[in-house]
């Protein structure tokens, strides 16, 4: 017989686990939280807006032409800015005490569609640092094109800036936080759930009919201590009440 689960199972069984529950979720808060304010380092960015665009222009107008290879060229740059012919002169000219290899790990490049504008991001723990590198990168990138390329059509619109109170992008304790007690809740009702399936034990009426097949013809109703000892202390005292009339 195939079996079936109705919503007043699933309440009884989250009611009967409630405390498994709420531990699980508590746990996995309490170890996100403590995770994120003092294990993980927090990790600050930096930002800086690179143009392609010519320097001059003698023409009286915008040149369509010259603006979609402008856009077209961002593709290229994006992949120049992040090779060894960049950022091995960035860590010899700033004399950075880091590899181009793990420099390349910290930037991000992105652009707008169809804007002749891109972005160079630089993640470091020191938000001083980030702003050293994400202004050293795109000084030294605005200075090798010329050489690279043979073009002269880069300019730094917008230079990394040290803010005076500057916020970590990660990590993000309170979404952390969220998280955790999200998966918590979800790791805790599937436990409970598992460990509901797994107990085969007969303890009510509806589990002896849905178990065995059979129907209940009595119940013995459970006796609490007190009502067993009550019958005792009354025959106790007709004993000494008994033994006091014969003396």
């Known amino acids: 017989m195939e079996e079936t689960i109705s919503l007043k199972d699933i309440a009884h069984t989250l009611r009967k686990r409630i405390l498994l529950i709420a531990v699980i979720a508590a746990v996995a808060v309490a170890v996100s939280g403590v995770i994120s304010y003092f294990i993980l380092t927090p990790v600050y960015q930096a930002s800086t807006q690179i143009l392609v665009n010519q320097k ?77 590198l994400a202004n050293a990168i795109s000084d030294t990138f605005s200075k090798e094109v010329p050489n690279i390329m043979n073009v002269d059509n880069v300019k730094v619109l917008s230079p990394a800036v040290l803010k005076e109170n500057p916020s970590p992008i990660k990590p993000k304790p309170l979404l952390n936080i969220a998280i955790a007690l999200v998966v918590g809740l979800m790791a805790g009702v599937g436990i ?12 009510t009426e509806e589990d002896i009919q849905n178990v065995l097949q059979l129907p209940v013809l009595g119940v013995i109703p459970k006796i609490a201590v007190e009502d067993q000892k009550a019958p005792r202390k009354k025959a106790a005292s007709k004993r000494m009440g008994s033994g006091t009339l014969e003396s």
């Open 56 to 132: 001059t222009n003698d023409q009286p107008v915008l040149d369509a032409n010259q603006i979609r290879t402008n856009v077209e060229m961002i593709n290229t740059y994006s992949v120049i800015i992040k090779s060894p012919s960049i950022l091995d002169k960035v860590v010899e000219d700033y004399d950075l005490q880091q590899t181009a290899d793990a420099l390349t790990n910290k930037i991000t490049v992105n652009s707008e569609q169809n804007a002749q504008v891109f972005n160079l991001t630089v993640q470091d723990e020191d938000p001083a640092q980030a702003v050293k």
């Open 192 to 203: 409970a759930f598992l460990l509901e399936y797994l107990d085969n034990t007969i303890k």
